[in-house]
């Protein structure tokens, strides 16, 4: 059953008495809270991933609640615990879901070694995976939402999971869109139901965008990467396609790497295995609509 | 690369790219591009008999600090003559 399933009162219940496991991808989440507004907004922006309210095993143990009992009444606040442990400064209450993604994407990268993990959105189009891999303020997150909302798979908008077998590993997630992206994508996307905003963080306004549906549905198949994006919007810019050697391509990829230098050569022959099975580019962009038809030609091309 | 330098490079582990050969030395979990000339000069160091290469083997084995100390001369000297890219 999926979460939306479920009565709200059923899901209420499970979150507070630590019952609920969502299953995203490969990752089963013990999820737990007092929060009424963090509740509302995973029932929300998770809807239409598996889930259970009776308990089970788990991977991950999180909670999201006030950090002490009078901050549920008091200068209300929220906490992110994995496994109890509070990694984070607590945020006001309208930021819960907004912590609980930053605390995820924390969680994944800190501990899920089974894979090697970069700092990329990812995605599919006609069976060819594309990692836009780069860093904050680049523009891959509004690039992603685009593909998304496009009819491309969406597979992460943060984090490139890739096994053993340099499959990439889908965990599709609510699309995290910071200040004017936010209207950029509602601008042009109007019927694009965005969960709560969560204001004046620390990295400005955030807004969050379901995965599809139907990429949420295929969060258990993993796709094969043919192409390696590392995007950059410049407003004004003319657009600027140019390949990457491996090796460039390889050692900007470590640079956006959350845990290459833990998995020593193994990690090393799987980035190699990387750049060998994937054409790397570059790509300088100012129009959303040019980049999502020059990446579509590459996958023509080369996927 | 030929084996023999494969075997020589105890703890290092060498892939082709397209700019030449990605180095990852597992002591310090670095990770180095060396260009096609730079690829070619530890080829040679590698490749001809005599004290050049056994001076090589000895410092890539890096079973004391002084071939240690030979090995990160050879890449700085590599590094200086702009033959590592990073």
């Known amino acids: ?303 | 690369m030929p084996d023999r330098f494969l075997q020589a490079a105890g703890g290092l582990t060498l892939r082709t790219c397209d700019e030449g050969v990605l180095v990852f030395d597992e002591r310090n979990g670095k990770t180095s591009l060396l260009n096609h000339q730079g690829a070619l000069v530890l080829r040679a160091l590698c490749s001809e008999p005599g004290v050049k290469e056994a001076a090589l083997q000895r410092a890539l084995g890096m079973d004391r600090e002084s071939d240690i100390a030979v090995f990160q001369a050879l890449i700085s000297s590599l590094r200086d003559s702009g033959l590592i890219v990073r």
């Not at chain 1, 607590?90 to 819960?96: F, K, N, R, S």
């Not at chain 1, 995605?123 to 998304?148: P, Q, Y």
């Not at chain 1, 810019?237 to 390949?243: I, Q």
Request: charge should be negative.
């Open chain 1, 1 to 303: 059953m999926n979460l939306e399933n479920f009565t709200a009162s059923e899901v209420s219940s499970a979150v507070q008495g630590g019952e609920l496991r969502l299953h995203i991808g490969r990752f089963i989440l013990k999820i737990s809270s007092v929060l009424p507004e963090f509740e509302r907004a995973l029932r929300q922006l998770y809807a239409h991933y598996p889930a259970s309210v009776t308990g089970g095993a788990y991977d991950y143990d999180i909670d999201v609640s006030p950090p002490s009992f009078f901050r549920r009444w008091v200068r209300r606040n929220s906490s992110f615990h994995l496994s109890g442990e509070a990694p984070f400064l607590p945020m006001e209450v309208g930021h819960a879901h907004a912590l609980f993604e930053w605390g995820l994407n924390w969680t994944l990268g800190s501990y899920a070694h089974n894979f090697l993990i970069l700092h990329s959105a990812v995605v599919e189009l006609h069976e060819c995976g594309v990692l836009l891999a780069a860093s904050s303020g680049s523009g891959k997150s509004t690039l992603a939402a685009e593909l998304a909302l496009q009819g491309w798979r969406l597979l992460s908008d943060e984090l490139a999971l890739i096994d053993r077998d340099l499959r990439l590993i889908p965990c599709a997630r609510p699309i995290s869109l910071k200040n004017q992206s936010i209207e950029v994508i509602r601008t042009r996307h109007p019927t694009a139901d965005f969960g709560p905003f969560a204001r004046d963080t620390h990295k400005g306004t955030i807004a969050h965008l379901p995965a599809p549906k139907s990429s949420v549905a295929r969060n258990r198949e993993t796709a094969v990467p043919r192409l390696i994006i590392f995007p950059k919007w410049t407003a004004d810019a003319v657009l600027r396609l140019e390949p990457v050697g491996s090796g460039q391509a390889a050692l900007r990829l470590i640079d956006q790497s959350f845990n290459y230098p833990l998995l020593g050569r193994q990690g090393f022959e799987r980035m190699a295995d990387l750049v060998d099975a994937a054409e790397a580019w570059e790509l300088e962009y100012s129009s959303l609509d040019d980049a999502r038809k020059t990446i579509e030609q590459l996958v023509r091309e080369h996927g």
